[in-house]
């Protein structure tokens, strides 16, 4: 276990609120998280790295970690839930983990490093358990759920985490292949279903690369009816992405295009309790809502970021009880990117720059944020902290947080 180093404490002025590190990365036991962070119910934080932890002929930096954040009165201190160390159990997790319904932590791997004559890098969907022994240092049990061992089948989960329906069914999206698209990059959505000690692996849309899409970037989202909706990066009448909407029958899914972008889509959609969503646009930087009206769905720009090149979050947006959306860009503020609110009004959405990284307290927030029910708002930064490591001066990354006072 490593200790929580605040290394930077910041007010902000007029907001009620105030910044700082909880962990600065130093390689060892985690560099460059991606994921999104998921809380437990006391308050402990989960995540991912992408390099990191356990070094091998497979992992020059590192092949990742699983972390958990341990939250105790005003102090964090730091454990390794898994250092991955490839040769088939996964390696370079660009997504988070999440609970799934027997209290286990649920996640993918991007590559899989298999050894032997039969090598495939097209990723594992994974399961940590832990472990009762009365103590916080407590080992969890890793174990492969599925490997995704062919470009038929699909290749490469994306940084999307997964999700489970109410039957405790899991789902997720990979970028590329599938049994439609064999030799390029189309990509699917699957489903994994509990079956005694194993998992049942079915394909239930696998995209052309037409009009329907190509290249999944995020995962899939549930409304209240059991459809699921998620987005490509390409594809579509301009061949810059769709969001799409999958809906289940005694048959099979049905997949149907709702919107064709313009620009690119950037970090996957978020649904809220009246099944409207909403996401960003990467390269002009802008935040959209999807309403269905009048059986049709019609997109509206909620606030644009004013310019080609501001590149928006990889991960979702996420909503408070109040109906205000909070975000991070990559590269906006002064320059390491920022996080930021969007508060509606009778007179349109009001944008509110909360924090803006620097390099000691981050930079480059990839993935989006998380709320805590007090209104408290934790991420991390891909680079940033400790400069004096990971190819300095870019930083290992953080986790931080915005603590409302």
């Known amino acids: 276990m490593i200790a929580c180093f605040a290394c930077l404490t910041v007010a902000l002025p007029g907001l009620g609120q105030s910044f700082r590190v909880l962990h600065a990365f130093t390689g060892p036991e985690g560099r460059s998280p991606e994921g ?18 356990s070094v091998n ?66 990723g594992t969907v994974y399961k940590l358990v832990p472990s009762v022994c009365g103590t916080a240092l407590c ?5 492969v759920i599925h490997r995704f061992f062919s470009f038929a089948e699909g290749d490469n989960p994306t940084n999307g985490n997964v999700v489970f329906d109410h039957g405790g069914n899991l789902y997720g999206t ?20 509990p079956d005694g000690d194993s998992w049942l692996e079915k394909t239930i849309y696998s995209f052309t690369g037409g009009s329907d899409g190509n290249w999944p970037i995020a995962g899939v989202v549930f409304d209240s009816l ?10 579509g009448m301009g061949d810059q992405g769709n969001a799409y909407e999958l809906i289940p029958s005694p048959s099979g899914w049905t997949e ?38 009048n059986g049709d769905w019609m997109l509206n720009v909620l606030y644009s970021f004013g310019g080609p090149g501001y590149l928006t979050q990889a991960g979702p947006l996420v909503m408070d009880g109040d109906g205000n959306l909070y975000g991070t860009t990559t590269n906006g503020g002064t320059g390491g990117g ?14 509110t720059d909360i924090h803006d990284f620097h390099g000691p307290d981050g930079a480059t927030p ?14 991390t930064t891909a680079f940033g902290g400790d400069v004096t490591g990971c190819n300095p001066p870019a930083g290992c990354g953080v986790v931080w947080e915005i603590a409302k006072d």
């Open 36 to 53: 999104v962070l998921t809380l437990d119910q006391t308050g402990n934080l989960y995540g991912t790295t992408y390099y990191g932890g």
């Open 57 to 122: 002929g497979n992992c020059r930096n590192g092949c990742g970690t699983v972390f958990e954040l341990i939250h105790r009165g005003s102090n964090w201190s730091i454990d390794n839930v898994h250092k991955f160390s490839a040769r088939g159990e996964g390696a370079f997790p660009t997504a988070g983990v999440v609970f799934g319904p027997d209290g286990a932590l649920y996640g993918t791997t991007s590559l899989a490093v298999l050894t032997g004559p039969n090598n495939q890098d097209a």
């Open 139 to 143: 080992p969890w049990r890793y174990t």
């Open 174 to 193: 990979l970028q590329y292949g599938g049994p439609a698209c064999i030799g390029d990059p189309c990509g699917l959505v699957y489903e994994l279903t």
């Open 226 to 235: 059991g459809n699921l909706y998620g987005e490509t990066e390409y594809g």
């Open 256 to 293: 149907s295009t709702i919107y064709s972008f313009g620009p690119y889509p950037g970090g996957g959609l978020m649904i809220d309790r009246a099944d409207n969503l909403y996401g960003t646009v990467c390269c002009d930087g802008a935040v959209f809502e999807l309403n269905f009206l």
């Open 338 to 351: 920022n996080v930021y609110k969007l508060s509606p009004t009778a007179m349109g959405w009001i944008y």
């Open 366 to 379: 990839f993935s989006g944020v998380t709320l805590d029910a007090s209104g408290n708002i934790f991420g």
